[in-house]
């Protein structure tokens, strides 16, 4: 089964996530989401399996997301805008995301890893 695990380096807490599928043997692609975000398409895709409402899927700790003002914008925008935004920028986006082509999960908390991905 091919991983596709989005991640940003220089982050914490995708650097935990990392070791965790490393320490399991897991096998991934790696794609930084800053220089190689995903696509409209691709996020729309993530989105739709993850079963996650869409705003879940913004780093709402991000400097971005604070600079753009974007705490009420996710409130009122349509999905369209919402996806297009994301698709922007990889900073707005919460990271890590890894998925399988089916499920994803977003950000890291070992006990979803664990019953998602073991």
Known sequence: MAFTFYW???CGTCRKA???????GIQYNEIHI???PPSKSELEQLYKNSGLELK???????QKYRELGLKDKVKTASE????ELL???GMLIKRPLLTDGDKVTVGFKEEDFEKNWL
């Open 18 to 24: 990392k070791k965790w599928l490393d320490d399991k």
């Open 8 to 10: 940003y380096p220089k």
């Open 34 to 36: 800053v220089d190689n």
């Open 87 to 89: 698709a922007s920028d």
């Open 56 to 62: 879940k899927f913004f780093n709402t700790s991000g």
């Open 80 to 83: 369209a805008e919402l996806l």
